[in-house]
């Protein structure tokens, strides 16, 4: 049986992270790995026989979107939690989150959030289910840009929410 590891991304997992993970556009994962190193995220991998199957990273210098830092300035984000499809339903994105809230609490943070749609339902939500409840800072608008394989590129526009976990004392 295959052991699931989770750890922080190094430099020689880049060319496995490339072939396996598209990463945000505009960014590579050595941009990540980079960001890492400044200690403003920690990208965690999960592993399983020696091949990534999933990620996540975390922001350690408060939410991504500027609202919401002025509510939540001290608040770590959780973001592009990705699980390989052949992998999904398996434990694997509840073992990353696990792995970034203890990495929040190892850092002293009492409060740990992410961003969703706004419309989810604790039944069809992995992130309700482990304890996250809605921001009191409303939703607000995740605007990304997006690469085709053509070389366009779209603007994505979704209404969005913050949920936030209080994982310390």
Not at 23 to 33: I, K, N
Not at 52 to 66: D, I, K, S, Y
Request: aromatic share 8%; net charge positive; glycine share 6%.
């Amino acid at each position: 049986m295959a052991r699931l590891t989770i750890r922080q991304i190094e430099k020689s997992d880049l060319d496995k992270m490339d072939c396996t993970f598209k990463s945000e556009f505009w960014r590579t994962h050595a941009d990540d790995l980079h960001d890492q190193s400044l200690s403003r995220i920690s990208f965690f991998v999960a592993w399983l026989d020696g091949n990534p199957v999933g990620h996540a990273l975390v922001r350690w210098l408060g939410p991504r979107e500027e609202t919401l830092r002025k509510d939540y300035p001290d608040c770590p984000e959780i973001y592009r939690v990705r699980v390989l499809k052949e992998f999904r339903s398996q434990g694997i994105a509840t073992a990353i989150i696990k792995k970034c809230e203890d990495e929040a609490l190892k850092r002293q943070r009492l409060l740990i959030g992410l961003g969703t749609h706004s419309n989810i339902t604790s039944k069809d939500n992995l992130y309700i289910r482990l304890g996250y409840k809605p921001s009191t800072a409303g939703n607000y608008i995740d605007t990304y840009k997006t690469g085709s394989d053509d070389g366009t590129v779209a603007t994505i526009c979704k209404e969005a929410q913050f949920l936030i976990k209080r994982i310390g004392d």
